[in-house]
């Protein structure tokens, strides 16, 4: 390829990044207008609206990395420009969030757990394109290293609704939400960590499942729908416990949990289970 010329821009999979860019953009902008608010029933409806612009950005996050796995169209520039987004939507998002929701009471000790968090995000991101640019000749990884920090935002934000659902109509938040620091610093340790998380790349288009697989998968994202308030801090703390805890698992036990959702066991857990 000619040095001269720009890199190349595939068009779908970084529209979609564009769209987590923006939700990231429009979270911090509706947490900046609540924190303006005297009334704090408006304050958490500015709330309420950035998370569900962070879920947003979650939802393109997952889109735009299969949009360029499934046309053969992942690039170095498609993936600094994730992580740029990623950056906004996942690390400033929701660390304002809670600052504004909780922190803020904590005054310095506060405002250094919002940049804890956002600084190991930031060095989660730069290890996974590091990563990435190290094994592109190779076979790609099936698993993270680490906690992902679209998952980690999605743990934070699924929370916060959670907590505003079961206090709807009062004027605080309630004392739950002295758990937010506590899980941020949490989260901070996980993603920099070598937890091991499967990525879900090997699900695709032509990833087959049985009738009844399917109609379980069905009726789990009808619950999702049906009670949102509750379900989606279910399914991202679910897979936050299970990365903490697939260390302890057995190989086989590991490899059965991941060929249900899609994951393509890894060489040495095969290895592990030879005879």
């Not at 958490?44 to 998370?51: E, G, L, Y």
């Not at 520039?77 to 939507?89: K, M, P, T, V």
């Not at 916060?160 to 206090?167: G, K, R, S, V």
Request: proline content about 5%; some cysteine.
């Amino acid at each position: 390829m000619d040095e001269n010329r720009g890199p190349k821009v595939y068009l779908l999979p970084n529209l979609m990044t564009a769209g987590n860019l923006f939700c990231g953009f429009a979270a911090v902008l509706r947490i900046y207008d609540g924190a303006q608010r005297i009334d704090l029933t408006e304050a958490a409806s500015d709330f309420r609206d950035a998370i569900w612009f962070i879920l947003a950005a979650c939802i393109f996050d997952l889109l735009d990395g299969r949009l360029a796995r499934l046309g053969g169209h992942e690039s170095a520039f498609g993936r600094e420009f994730d992580s740029l987004a990623d950056l906004i939507s996942f690390g400033i998002a929701p660390a304002l969030l809670v600052y504004q929701i909780v922190l803020g009471e904590f005054q310095n000790l506060g405002w250094m757990i919002a940049f804890v968090y956002l600084a190991c995000g930031a060095l989660r991101l730069a290890r996974f394109n590091c990563l990435s640019a190290a094994s592109s000749s190779s076979h790609p990884d099936k698993s993270f290293t680490g906690f992902p920090i679209p998952a980690a935002a999605g743990v934070i934000a699924s929370l916060t609704l959670f907590m505003l659902w079961l206090d709807e109509g009062e004027r605080t938040i309630g004392r739950w939400k002295y758990a937010l620091p506590i899980l941020m610093l949490f989260l901070s340790f996980m993603m920099f960590s070598k937890f091991r998380y499967p990525s879900f790349k090997a699900v695709n288009w032509r990833t087959q499942r049985s009738l009844p697989r399917f109609l379980v998968l069905i009726a789990l994202l009808a619950l999702t729908v049906k009670f949102y308030q509750w379900m989606a801090a279910v399914i991202f703390l679910s897979y936050l416990l299970y990365g903490f805890l697939r260390p302890f698992l057995s190989p086989k036990r590991r490899r059965v949990i991941e060929e249900e959702i899609g994951e393509e066991p890894e060489e040495d857990e095969i290895t592990d289970e030879a005879p």
